[in-house]
């Protein structure tokens, strides 16, 4: 079973850089065919799906947050993170990275995740 778990500051200030990593645990992280994702829920809102990483190290990300997202990853540690410039208070958020074990066209699949992290809150405040 793969383990997820976020860490990472819970409070950034206006226009700097939130950075957060998942820690992932029995699944080497380029193990054929697993994505990795950060998905974020603001609070009183629905799930939003930020990017994925693949095992081979292909990034996908929202379209909505790509200039401001990215997703890269440390083999050697099995960490991936996320790092979200020019934060403003409309990111606040409970923050969660996931796993999924994908194979085939259409690879990662949205809304598709297989095991989470508990999740860390960020908040955005001077």
């Known amino acids: 079973q793969v383990q997820l778990q976020e860490s990472g500051p819970g409070l950034v200030k206006p226009s700097q850089t939130l950075s957060l990593t998942c820690t992932v645990s029995?699944?080497?992280?380029?193990?054929?065919?697993?994505?990795w994702s950060w998905i974020r829920q603001p609070p009183g809102k629905g799930q939003e799906w930020m990017g994925s990483i693949s095992y081979s190290g292909n990034t996908y990300y929202n379209p909505s947050q790509q200039s401001r997202t990215t997703i890269s990853r440390d083999t050697s540690k099995n960490q991936f993170t996320l790092q979200l410039s020019s934060v403003t208070p409309e990111d606040a958020a409970a923050y969660y990275c996931a796993s999924t074990w994908c194979i085939g066209s259409g690879c990662p699949r949205a809304n598709d995740y297989d095991f989470w992290g508990q999740g860390t809150q960020v908040t955005v405040s001077s």
């Open positions: 029995n699944v080497p992280i380029a193990t054929d065919y697993y994505y």
